[in-house]
C-alpha cells in the first residue's frame, strides 16, 4: 500500500484494495504441514529404536530434513508473494504492484479501460475467489492473481471507472 499512496498523483484518491482469498493460505500452510509428515516419521521410527545409529535412519533423516526445508521454503516464497502484492483501485488507475526487490507494476487508466471478466471456477464460486482479467484500449491487458471476493473488487472497479468517466467528460 506505500506504493501506491507514493504514486498517487495530485486529487487522486486511493478508492480499494483487494486482497488474496484465504484459501491461499490455507495452501501456504498445508504444504508446511504435508512437508513436516517425513520428519514425524523419522521422529516417530527413531524413538520406537531408542535413537540407535543405523544408515538406513540417517539417509531418511537427509531426506525429512530436505522435505521439511522445501516446504518452509514454499510456504515462505507464497506469503513473501502475498504481502508484496498490491491490486488497488484509486480515483484515476487500477494498479497491480508484485515485488519487494524486483518491483513489477501494472497499472491502467480507469478511463482506457475497455472490458473487465471475472473468472470463478465452482469451486471458485463456494469459497470466495477468482480471477480478474482487466483489458484497456489497445494490447493492455492485466491478468490478476486469484483473489478474495472478485464479484466485489469488480463492482468497486466498475463504480470507479463510471466516476473517472464522467470526470474526464467535465474536463473536456
Known amino acids: ?4 499512496k507514493k504514486t498517487l498523483a495530485p486529487d487522486e484518491e486511493y478508492l ?9 493460505d490455507v495452501q501456504s500452510w498445508f504444504w508446511l504441514a504435508f512437508s513436516a509428515i517425513p520428519a514425524g ?8 529404536a531408542g535413537f540407535a545409529h543405523d544408515p538406513i535412519g540417517h539417509g531418511f ?21 502475498k504481502w508484496t502484492t498490491v491490486i488497488a483501485v484509486t480515483s484515476v488507475r487500477l494498479i497491480l504492484k508484485t515485488g519487494m526487490i524486483a518491483r513489477q507494476s501494472h497499472e491502467v487508466m480507469l478511463d482506457e479501460i475497455e472490458e473487465v471478466l471475472v473468472t470463478q471456477t ?8 477468482g480471477v480478474l482479467r ?5 494490447d493492455a491487458v ?8 472478485p464479484m466485489r473488487v469488480r463492482r468497486e472497479l466498475e463504480a470507479a471507472i463510471v466516476e473517472a468517466r464522467g470526470m474526464a467528460r467535465k474536463r473536456r
Open 41 to 48: 516419521m523419522w521422529l516417530e521410527a527413531s524413538a520406537r
Open 1 to 4: 500500500m506505500a506504493y501506491v
Open 122 to 129: 465452482f469451486l471458485g464460486r463456494i469459497l470466495g475467489y
Open 61 to 81: 533423516l537427509f531426506f525429512a530434513g530436505a522435505a521439511f526445508m522445501l516446504g518452509v521454503v514454499i510456504c515462505l516464497r507464497r506469503y513473501v508473494h
Open 16 to 24: 480499494y484494495r483487494a486482497h488474496f482469498n484465504w484459501t491461499y
Open 142 to 149: 492485466v491478468e490478476f492473481p486469484v483473489i478474495g471476493a
Open 134 to 138: 482487466v483489458r484497456g484500449t489497445g
